[in-house]
């Protein structure tokens, strides 16, 4: 499967801004899908994952109640909505998909990022 992400931009501290990411080239109800982030000068870290059905979530901390991972299996796409932006939320985003039941791990599918900045 190949994942495209897009969505990112420039967004002053409390707004909002929603990342897409479609899939091509398998079943997309196969997959589980993640959000993981990389800042600059530091190691990529996950955001948070949604299982197969949607049904299942789960974040990391930092963004509980500020994020929200969706996805439209009739679209291919999954979703991260994110709200109440702060300057720490800056960095790459990249969307990543796996065939296991893990939702924090596992991951061998990976887009190409898209760029996210809070100014304060």
């Known amino acids: 499967v190949q994942l495209q992400a897009s969505g990112g931009g420039l967004v002053q501290a409390g707004g909002s801004l929603r990342l897409s990411c479609v899939a091509f080239g398998g079943i997309f109800s196969n997959y589980a899908m993640g959000w993981f982030r990389q800042a600059p000068g530091k190691e990529r870290e996950f955001v948070g994952g949604?299982?197969?059905?949607?049904?299942?979530?789960f974040y990391e901390d930092s963004v509980k109640g500020r994020f929200t991972i969706s996805r439209d299996n009739a679209r291919n796409t999954v979703y991260l909505q994110m709200s109440s932006l702060l300057p720490e939320d800056t960095a790459v985003y990249y969307c990543?998909?796996?065939?296991?039941?893990?939702?924090?791990?596992?991951?061998?599918?990976w887009g190409q990022g898209t760029q996210v900045t809070v100014s304060s």
């Open positions: 990543a998909a796996h065939e296991d039941s893990g939702l924090t791990y596992g991951y061998n599918y």
């Open positions: 949604i299982n197969w059905s949607g049904g299942s979530t």
